[in-house]
């Protein structure tokens, strides 16, 4: 079964089938059933001809079903008007990005509107949602459900220029947090979604070319977020090996980074950073430029780094802005002050649930590993491989914490 071309069709059914019946939380419940339904039969009778009209042929006559009331043939005749023609209908903007802009409608909250477009454009679990979150599985699944019933109703698209800006804000959060589950993914055995990648930056092109195209210009932050998607991205060959083991930034081979994908970046970065005052994509899009104009990790500037990280503590404050810092301080200053910093970063969040993220005891073993106690290194990265959700990712730090133990022999 093609997971990936289900993924790709779900979000332009869900729109088609949202444009023709006016429910959102309708069509979504439909979508999924004809999804179900995919799976269950494409194996044995083959792919249609024409997937998403199928998809949206059934989806509506699950719809229609769900509605029926006291006549059938009726029923079953708007059903056969709705479902036509089958695979043919198209939208002047991308159908995902239609869907986006509804779960970024400005009824929404921007929490409401990331998990609920998480869920129909980026296809993730609500566990998935509720992890990049740091809340419990019941909360997400009760914010999704909310967000659905207070966009029930709303037609698809936007109006006018300002509605779109009001959306704007939600919409980058949205398409950053998609990209983020595929760079790292919550679950699974791989460390890479490359799919979720690759839908995150599709869709944040055409939300740019979509704002140009309606203001005359193009935004910043936009630009940032894609120069910051593309940066990362391009080492993507080169961050696990051909056994699909992690391989940390600072022993990739940096010829495999796609030079392609650093070259559109960087020129992003240029092109938006002198454009107004930074923003938080903007910041991390610069970061990540440095990182790849850089030949090799002892190349790497991390005085420019860690001072960037402290502008974006200012624009955009957060402990894992500060957890980044403190990487960055641990190569420019030393493994204390690091240390010193990730401390009183846990003494701040005490009490809340950042500091059982895995990264906080992956971050310290790093550190401790530097500063020579390999011992605590060891203890550190077990304690993040017990936390990580990852399979790839906990196979990469018990394999380090094996090995401190081993130079200790």
């Not at 979504?28 to 997937?51: F, K, M, N």
């Not at 990648?197 to 195209?213: K, N, Q, Y």
Request: hydrophobic share 45%; glycine share 8%.
């Amino acid at each position: 079964m093609p997971a990936d071309l289900l993924r790709d069709l779900t979000p332009q059914v869900v729109a088609i089938v949202t444009r023709r019946s006016g429910d959102f939380d309708a069509a979504e419940d439909a979508v999924q059933e004809a999804l179900i339904e995919a799976v269950r039969t494409w194996p044995e009778r083959g792919i249609p001809a024409e997937p998403r009209g199928w998809l949206v042929t059934t989806a509506m006559r699950r719809l229609v079903d769900a509605k029926r009331s006291e006549s059938r043939r009726p029923d079953r005749e708007r059903a056969d008007h709705l479902a036509e023609p089958e695979g043919q209908e198209t939208s002047a903007v991308d159908d995902s990005l239609d869907v986006l802009l509804l779960c970024c409608h400005p009824s929404l909250t921007p929490a409401s509107a990331v998990a609920l477009t998480l869920r129909a454009v980026g296809g993730l679990t609500t566990r998935e949602i509720a992890h990049a979150y740091l809340v419990p599985e019941k909360t997400m699944a009760q914010r999704i459900s909310r967000a659905k019933a207070t966009i029930k109703g709303r037609s698809l698209g936007i109006d006018g220029t300002a509605d779109l800006a009001a959306r704007i804000p939600a919409m980058l959060k949205v398409l950053y947090l998609l990209f983020n589950e595929g760079y790292v993914a919550t679950e699974g055995d791989r460390l890479q979604r490359v799919d979720l990648c690759a839908e995150a930056i599709r869709l944040t092109r055409l939300a740019r070319t979509a704002l140009t195209r309606m203001t005359g210009s193009g935004h910043g932050e936009l630009g940032g977020l894609l120069a910051l998607m593309l940066l990362l991205d391009a080492r993507r060959p080169a961050r696990v090996d051909a056994h699909g083991a992690v391989v940390p930034l600072a022993e990739q081979d940096r010829s495999l980074w796609r030079a392609e994908a650093t070259r559109e970046g960087v020129a992003l970065v240029d092109a938006v950073i002198g454009t107004g005052r930074p923003g938080p994509y903007q910041i991390q899009a610069a970061i990540a430029a440095l990182h790849n104009r850089a030949p090799s990790a002892e190349d790497t500037d991390w005085l420019q780094i860690t001072a960037l990280y402290g502008l974006l503590e200012k624009v955009a404050p957060g402990p894992i802005v500060t957890l980044n810092k403190a990487v960055a301080v641990g190569y420019a200053d030393g493994p204390g002050p690091a240390l010193a910093l990730l401390d009183d970063l846990l003494r701040d969040c005490a009490g809340n649930g950042f500091v059982d993220h895995p990264r906080v005891p992956a971050v310290r073993a790093h550190l401790l590993e530097l500063a020579g106690d390999l011992d605590g290194a060891a203890a550190a990265y077990d304690l993040a491989a017990a936390r990580a959700t990852n399979l790839a990712e906990r196979r990469f730090l018990t394999s380090k914490a094996a090995a401190l133990r081993d130079a200790r022999c």
